[in-house]
């Protein structure tokens, strides 16, 4: 569903839920280099864009008109673009997301009832980038997914989940993942990420 | 075990749900046929060898799957969406076989 | 210099020494060697006590299959026990202990047990203490008395009772090719498959890679073996495919080639570094696999075989080659095969005196004559030893002349002055992953073994693991299957040259020895050959019944040693031949694996939580957190010295006097959106949906297919197209997939789209006579009088300058409302309402007030839909549409399910004015001796302030008849028994005028 917004005046900051827990600096086994970056990357917009069958590229030509990303025709596929990203996270399922609020607004119109659905999760998820070169060393601490490059290309989105968390995971660089996460599981999540990241040492920006 | 999810490729067996035997048919839902809808409920075939199985991939793209599991080996032998549809735009084409 | 250490020699770092202690009393080793390795050294020959006798015992192992020496590590309070000394890698510090022993190791009371031997031999458990409890020391009685002492003198070593504080880490692998074991096949296959350019790891269970190269004493392309392996492994390094993983056991072969594996990371370092992990569990999941695990050597069976001084042959190879360190100073070798024959010429050069080779065979081939005179040793061929001799280490031994194809013995004893003898009795390749992947094992009648099955998962074998004992055939066939499995095709390279110790692989079919005197067969459980025959004489046949009943195999080596002597010995019991009598099925783990490692990082602090958006605000404003599942939440806001239920009572009375709040954010929520939404909803519901207008809200009760009900909560009409459905917090993702399931299998033709959005909204609830006022107080752009927000109505609004959206709805009885916001709103709007509330005498109130106002308003949670009530047992029977069906609607009118004797739904007064316990039964009749003639039980108790009594919600048979009528609680377990009146659930306002203000 849409969130209704108030267009006309900016909104207070959102709280984010690791903020107790979120330290930046330099952390665990650090003085033998930083091998891994963490941050929480607060984007303004996450939505889930759904597709009835037989509507997925219209869906996807949608996805392309509102923000310029030019989606992939493949099971999990996605784009980066520098502040817009999407990937396809699920049988005619979608995850746009971009840095500014209220991208569900630009997509009503576009994505109609005919094509499928809008879904503002900008508040229900919440977005960690792990990046550096021991990246794809902690994921697989997680998750059972293969991270090397030539299986899980740029761009490309996974779902999966570590125990209870379900969790999205998008490559955005060749070294880099964000990860959207259910809010409520975040900063458990966010704990046990720091906490499997001491070994390589890790800074959080 | 691993199943092979037609649209997230081979995963982990933790990621999924079983939900039940695939060969269930449910009556119309008008239907007032009590032993057909005690046969749906309640019939489950057990058979030593190929089975059809409905999985969910819950632990990932929570689709629901068709899946036909050798019981006895637990080899798996084909994979498919439940939901038909998806073809095209966005879906590997099919499971395993 | 250490008694035993040999001059020169051996692949450790003489130049490092490492100090430790070992039962307290210290000791020096150096870098490379293993606990047993430098205990020998320091001419240790004791390493422990046996299982059930509480024999002195040596080491017979220098690798993983060690079943004597097994020690105790302590690091501060954390005790490890049952480790083979061999893979105990020294570290400065290290502290070690022997086990099974009081007071000391020399010294064993329990070595008495030797005396009784008899008493202890196969079956002795089930003989002596299975039967009934009758009389005051017989059968199981018996048991229950002898179980404390007998538990102190049988066993192994003693788990500590302290935190175990390491870090364990799982690890996900994914690779072309999985090598296990890094012999010279091993690494070939592993060289092989990374030259293809596939993602190889390579897994060695010892610290170091080479498996025997690094001490067979051969030589590979002209340099020695341990050289060769050590330029592969550095090839293997420089390549960016390649995963070493040394220390690293694979101990679980699982459908779709899916392997288990653990990492010792730190376990041989004094400290592990920042955030190293202790040992990591990796879950791999290979294309194929190259099975190069190599085999065990195997022990002869004959009387005093496990006396201290007795160990394998190829052992003490190793101890001499690899560690640089003599297991005695006069050596005998007792075999049935040629590969004892190097290990005597290994040993001579070594520096020990060799003083007899005893062949059981007495046609020895002249290659072999000649090996034993290079090594200076008396052959006796055609004989075998029938005792040996000494305390706790070896004295001596005595021959006699054996005939192989009978078995029989003759002539004189003959005694030998030894020091150590060495075993010799065959290989068994090392086929457990084979046989965990799924299928039977096939007798190899020359080499006297059981090779690998035919694959039924994607695994290729190499080397000694197929029963090719040569490294030349080592080397070949790990090439081949390195190619095979990373998709290459054959080579016809030359391959690196070999120059090793002539000798043929198979060896006589001699298991053992029949000479009077114990004669172990497991060394770890203390089997003897007599236990199997007296297993047999009992009448247990089948090989699965014999384990049991000895316990062969059985103990933390999983029989490495003893499977095939032990069947061999089992087969002649029965005149059958071995491949008839079968083996058992490996199962894993191959070795012990620590419960650390399968935890790993769920537990304590990581253990996944949920958290609502307010939770800081309420740990930060005295709340007393409750895990509800993974949610936590507040359980009440107590004041200093409040009692759990003095903050409850007053939270929930001042919700009814003014206004509370609650946090109620861990509900479901699912956005049901799509143009057939409604039309699911109807299904999928028992009410009408599809009726509601949008900015309305309606309560909803969903059943299972059966019949009984499933689950309830309020359903919003947001859109034309686009619903907010709420489910209880417990249910929230069983309601998923059911909706999820009927949509993906039943109904796909149903345009739907359902998302779980729970931890997209904050939602509090404000409820009170007061709580219209705070709302007008705090929201903006809209209004929030009876007119605008109705009994179920929803509007949009705005709190301290976000969007809000309200629905009037109440689970306490109270004139309340629901508040949501987006999540990262969620304390904001909190705190606003707070604000709003302090002139109105606004309390926070948490799920005990929550829950004692639900039940003076005899509303339904999961305790009262426990998966066994209908809609009719609870009263909410005016909820099942007759227009239409409905999932559950054909089933929910079966016979049993509308008997007039189901439980339903009551309320019940405690007469006595004390607590009542959730699960206290209700009785008609009281009978505190004889508790009798349940007709209900209780479900969701509280103190009711409304009422000023102690109430509770039941499910009783008869339910609505006995309103009215006196009854008694019979709670035996908690010893509360008294009066009570059953009464109608709603127990307050019954008629619902609060709600509507």
Not at chain 1, 25 to 39: A, M
Not at chain 3, 418 to 434: E, N
Not at chain 3, 701 to 717: I, K, N, S, V, Y
Request: hydrophobic share 40%; charged share 20%; with cysteine.
């Amino acid at each position: 569903m849409v969130e209704r917004q108030l267009p006309e005046r900016q909104l207070p900051e959102r709280l984010s839920p690791l903020e107790p827990v979120y330290h930046p600096g330099s952390h665990g086994n650090f003085e033998h280099g930083v091998d891994v970056i963490l941050s929480e990357t607060r984007p303004g917009s996450i939505l889930q864009l759904a597709a009835w069958p037989g509507e997925e590229k219209r869906l996807m030509s949608g996805i392309y008109k509102v923000t310029g990303l030019a989606l992939p025709d493949a099971a999990g596929g996605g784009v980066v673009n520098g502040a817009k990203a999407a990937f396809g996270f699920a049988p005619g399922k979608f995850t746009v997301v971009d840095e500014a609020e209220g991208l569900a607004s630009a997509f009503t119109g576009v994505i109609t009832p005919a094509i499928g659905t809008i879904t503002d999760l900008s508040h229900g998820r919440t977005a960690i980038r792990i990046a550096g070169p021991k990246a794809e060393w902690v994921m697989a601490k997680f998750f059972a997914v293969d991270f090397a490059l030539p299986a899980f290309p740029l761009g490309a989105g996974r779902s999966t989940n570590h125990h209870d968390v379900f969790a999205q995971i998008q490559r955005t660089g060749g070294d880099q993942f964000d990860i959207y996460v259910f809010r409520s599981f975040a900063r458990s999540f966010w704990k046990a990420l720091c906490h499997a990241s001491e070994e390589v040492g890790y800074e959080v920006h | 075990m691993l199943i092979n999810c037609p649209y997230c490729g081979p995963r982990d067996v933790i990621e999924f749900t079983y939900q039940g035997d695939g060969n269930r048919k449910r009556p119309q839902p008008a239907s007032q046929d009590l032993d057909a809808w005690n046969a749906y409920v309640y019939d489950r075939l057990n058979p030593a060898g190929d089975h059809n199985e409905i999985w969910q991939h819950s632990g990932g793209c929570r689709a629901h799957l068709r899946v036909v599991r050798n019981t006895v080996t637990h080899e798996i032998l084909s994979t498919a969406f439940a939901r038909g549809g998806h073809k095209s735009a966005g879906h590997k084409a099919g499971g395993n076989q | 210099m250490s008694p035993r250490r040999t001059e020169t020699g051996g692949r450790i770092d003489r130049l490092r020494t490492i100090r430790f202690t070992f039962d307290g009393a210290p000791y020096t080793g150096h870098a490379g060697d293993t606990l047993a390795s430098a205990l020998l050294a320091n001419g240790v020959t004791l390493f422990g006590r046996s299982f059930k006798y509480h024999r002195p015992r040596g080491l017979l192992a220098a690798g993983v299959e060690e079943p004597n020496a097994l020690v105790t590590v302590l690091r501060g309070e954390v005790r490890e026990p049952n480790i083979p000394a061999t893979m105990v890698e020294i570290y400065d510090g290290l502290v070690a202990v022997s086990q099974n022993r009081s007071p000391s190791l020399a010294w064993d009371i329990g070595a008495l047990n030797q005396l009784g031997g008899k008493l202890l031999s196969a079956g002795f458990y089930y003989k002596t203490f299975m039967g009934p409890v009758i009389g005051p020391l017989k059968g199981t009685r018996f048991w229950m008395f002898c179980e404390h002492f007998i538990r102190r003198a049988a066993g192994l070593g003693r788990a500590g009772t302290a935190p175990d504080t390491s870090r364990y880490e799982r690890m996900n692998a994914f690779c072309d090719v999985l090598v296990v074991g890094s012999g010279p096949a091993g690494l070939m296959a592993a060289k092989a498959a990374a030259d293809q350019g596939g993602r190889v790891i390579l897994a060695e269970l010892e610290a170091k890679f080479g498996g025997s190269a690094n001490w067979s004493g051969e030589t590979i392309d002209g340099a020695p073996a341990a050289d060769w392996a050590g330029r592969v492994v550095g090839q293997l390094e420089g390549n960016d495919n390649v995963r070493l993983l040394p220390r690293t056991t694979v101990w679980g072969y699982y459908d779709g080639n899916t392997l288990a594996a653990l990492e010792r990371v730190t376990d041989h370092k004094e400290v592990p570094a920042k955030g190293e992990p202790r040992q990591r569990y990796w879950a791999i999941r290979a294309k194929t696999v190259v099975l190069a695990t190599g085999s065990f050597e195997r022990p002869l069976v004959f009387p005093g075989n496990d006396r201290p001084g007795v160990m394998l042959a190829h052992a003490a190879e190793r101890y001499a080659n690899e560690y640089g360190v003599l297991p005695g100073e006069r050596i005998a070798l007792f075999t049935n095969n040629d590969s004892a024959y190097r290990s005597a010429v290994a040993l001579k050069k070594a520096g020990a005196a060799v003083v007899a080779v005893i062949d059981v065979r007495s046609d020895v081939s002249n290659e072999m004559s000649r090996l034993a005179s290079q090594a200076e040793a008396e052959l006796l061929a055609g004989h075998a030893v029938v005792a040996t001799e000494g305390g706790r280490t070896l004295a001596g031994l005595k021959v006699q002349r054996f005939e192989l194809t009978s078995g029989a013995l003759s002539g004189d004893e003959r005694s030998i002055h030894a020091d150590c003898l060495l075993m010799s009795g065959g290989r068994s390749p090392t086929i457990h992953l084979a046989s965990q992947a799924g299928a039977k094992a096939m007798w190899n009648p020359a080499r006297q073994a059981f090779l690998p099955p035919q694959p039924t998962q994607r695994w290729i074998g190499a080397g000694a693991f197929t029963g090719s004992f040569s490294t030349a055939e080592a080397i070949a066939e790990g090439r081949s299957a390195g190619l095979q499995a990373a998709g290459g095709s054959p080579s016809s390279a030359p391959l690196p040259v070999v120059e090793a110790a002539p000798g043929e692989p198979d060896p006589a079919p001699v298991f053992e020895i029949k000479a009077k005197g114990k004669s172990f067969v497991d060394f770890q459980h203390d089997v003897t050959a007599e236990d199997v025959r007296l297993a047999h004489r009992e009448g247990f046949v089948s090989v699965e019944h014999l384990k049991r009943y000895t316990t062969l195999g059985m103990a933390t080596d999983q029989g490495k040693n003893s499977n095939v002597p032990g069947l061999a010995i089992m087969a002649e019991a029965l005149g059958k031949p071995i491949p008839e009598v079968g083996t058992t099925r490996f199962r894993p783990p191959y070795t012990a694996v620590s419960i650390g490692s399968l935890a790993a990082e769920r537990f304590g602090d990581l253990k996944p939580e949920r958290l609502t958006p307010m939770h800081d605000w309420h740990v930060a404003n005295g709340a007393t957190m409750y895990a509800a599942g993974l949610w936590y939440r507040p359980m009440i806001y107590g004041l200093a010295g409040e009692t759990v239920e003095q903050a409850y009572v007053r939270e929930a009375a001042a919700t009814r006097e003014s206004a509370g709040i609650v946090d109620v954010s861990t509900l479901g929520k699912i956005a049901v959106q799509g143009p057939d939404a409604a039309e699911f909803l109807d299904r999928v519901y028992t009410n009408m949906f599809s009726t509601l207008a949008v900015g309305k809200a309606r309560y909803g009760l969903m059943l299972r297919e059966d019949g009984l009900a499933f689950d309830d909560g309020t359903t919003w009409r947001l859109g034309e197209q686009d619903f907010l459905m709420t489910t209880t917090t417990a249910n929230a993702g069983k309601v998923m997939q059911h909706l999820e399931y009927f949509l993906d299998v039943i109904w796909p033709e149903l345009k739907v789209t359902v998302t779980s959005v729970t931890d997209e909204w904050a939602g509090a609830a404000i409820g009170g006579p007061k709580a219209r006022a705070i709302l007008a107080a705090c929201v903006n752009a809209t209004a929030v009088d009876n007119a605008t927000l109705p009994f179920m109505g929803i509007v949009h609004g705005e709190i301290a300058g976000v969007p809000v959206m309200i629905c009037r709805l109440s689970f306490s009885g109270e004139m309340a409302f629901e508040v949501y916001s987006g999540a990262g709103y969620g304390t904001r709007v909190w705190e606003a309402l707070i604000e709003a509330g302090k002139p109105f005498g606004l309390v926070t109130y948490g799920l005990e007030a929550l829950g004692t106002m639900r039940i003076e308003k005899g509303h339904v949670t999961g305790a009262e839909i426990d998966g066994r009530t209908t809609a009719r047992d609870l009263h909410l029977d005016w909820m099942l549409s007759k227009k239409k069906p409905f999932i559950g609607s054909a089933m929910m009118d079966r016979e049993g399910l509308i008997a007039p004797d189901r439980l339903e739904l009551v309320g019940v007064i405690a007469l006595d004015n004390r607590a009542l316990n959730g699960g206290g039964h209700i009785v008609e009749e009281l009978d505190e001796e004889n508790p009798h003639d349940s007709i209900g039980h209780i479900t969701a108790c509280c103190y009711s302030p409304a009422l000023g009594k102690y109430i509770a919600l039941a499910l009783v048979k008869g339910g609505k008849a006995r309103h009215g009528t006196r009854a008694f609680v019979s709670d035996p377990l908690r010893n509360r028994f008294g009066p009570v009146e059953i009464v109608s659930n709603h127990f307050y306002d019954p008629d619902g005028s609060r709600l509507h203000g």
